[in-house]
Each structure stands twice: as C-alpha cells, then as structure tokens.
C-alpha cells in the first residue's frame, strides 16, 4: 500500500551522486514531499529501511540520517517500541495573538478540553509579586491545567491569577472552559494586552508524563503576563507547548 502511494505521488525515487547537495538530504527532500503530498499519511510508517536502501541505492546508515533530520524537524515521530510515524502537521501559533486557548482550537475546527491538575490560593513568590506588581500579603490563585485539542494533549499551563479580582473562582470554573470568557462574564475582566517570551526547553520527567511525551523531548516554554481594561496586571501564564504539535510565527 505503500509503494503504492509512493507512486502516486509523482516524486521522484531518483538521486543525482555527482550533484554537492549530499545524498541524505537529497533523500529527505523527497521523503518530505511525499509526506506533504499525502504519499504517506499521518500516523502511517516509512517503508522498511532496507526498502529505502535498495530504492536509493545508498547504505542504511545514510537513510538512517535522512530520516533522523525529519524526526528532528518533526515531520517524523519516534515512538519507543513501536517505530517512526508520520507526524501530524504542527498548529501555528501567532505570536502576536491574544486569543485563548479555547477560542484558538474551535478556529481550527478542534475541540478543546482541559484537566485541572492543581488549584490552590497562596501568598505569591518574590517573582511573581515583581511580575504583577503586588505586595506579599496579597493573594493569588494558581492552578495548573492540561490543555487539550481532541482529547491529545498539547501544553501544560501554570496560572498564576489575582484573587482580589475574582473572589469565589473554583476549581470547576476551569474545567473545559475559557479562562478569559469566565473573568469577562462573572467580574468584567477584559483582556486589553499581554507581554510574552518564548524559548526552547527540553522536557522535564513529570511535564513530559503528562504530555505524554519522551523525557528530554523538544518544548517551547513561554512566559505571559497579562494585563486588563484599566491596565494592571493580573495574570501569569508559563506555558510548556509541545515541540512536535507547535510552531510559533509573528507577521514583521
């Protein structure tokens, strides 16, 4: 079935040896096209490596190189025990997009869900009282959330709220529901705009187990601080994204 789609797909199983652009690229190059033409569709497996070398003519180490930079882009996915799969298409993220989580997933036609797994009040930490301008009496909520698209979980979030702006929020008020539409409705909060970072991290044990990805996997961690209608900062958001789901763009 495999070589089948391989057919249809139009490209091209030939590699130019004399050409300076090296074979295992060349090799990607066409692996990727197929892929992107639907060749070979998500969730599907690669055609065994020793297919690959009798295809190409070339040493299985070289395929092996070929597929490790698309398992490094993340068009390929490593599944211990199993094999490597056709990963699916990474969600773009704008970065200069202020839209919650639930709102972003219903635009892509996917449903969106959440799992609280903390929810506590507290007095905030030194970081967080200079992130949103408070003293160290004054309380917070934090909560952490898994947030999911199709029941696939794609970020882990830290919140970090002013409770003098929403007294009485609850557990429940989290759970498969916007953060923002339920701030809006019971206490008129409006988002107005946001500061944000991004870096690259690599997965922590726990993280990684609820995100149900390999420790030392690819993340892209991201800072938040919100600010409301009259200016004031009242949330921090650490958001872990999972590598493989995600990329980030910004309009320049």
């Known amino acids: ?20 652009i090296p074979i295992y690229y060349q090799i990607m190059s066409q692996l990727r096209e197929k892929i992107l033409d639907g060749a070979y569709p998500v969730d599907s497996t690669l055609p065994p490596e020793r297919e690959l070398v009798e295809t190409y003519q ?36 704008p970065l200069n997009s202020l839209t919650s989580f639930t709102e972003d ?11 609280v797994v903390s929810f506590q009040q507290m007095k905030p930490d030194p970081s967080t009282r200079k992130l949103l301008g408070i003293g160290a009496h004054e309380p917070v909520f934090e909560y952490v959330r898994l947030r999911l698209a199709d029941d696939d979980p794609m970020a882990l979030e830290t919140t970090t ?37 991004l870096e690259p991290i690599l997965a922590p044990a726990y993280e990684a187990g609820l995100l149900h990805v390999p420790t030392g996997s690819p993340l892209l961690l991201m800072h938040r601080v919100t600010y409301n209608q009259n200016g004031k900062a009242f949330e921090h958001v650490k958001s872990m994204y999972r590598g493989d789901r995600y990329k980030f763009v910004t309009e320049l």
């Open 105 to 115: 997933m219903a635009q892509r036609g996917m449903k969106a869900g959440s799992h």
């Open 58 to 93: 070339v040493s299985r180490m070289t395929i092996r190189q070929a597929i490790m930079e698309l398992v490094n882009e993340g068009i390929l996915v490593r599944r211990k025990g199993i094999g490597t799969f056709v990963a699916p298409p990474k969600l773009e993220q």
């Open 161 to 197: 709220l002013l409770a003098s702006l929403c007294p009485g929020l609850q557990k429940d008020d989290l759970e498969n529901k916007s953060l923002y539409d339920v701030l809006n409705e019971r206490w008129g909060i409006q988002l107005e705009y946001a500061t944000q970072s």
């Open 1 to 20: 079935m495999i070589e089948n789609h391989a057919k249809q797909s139009g490209g091209s199983d030939k590699i130019d040896k004399s050409s300076p």
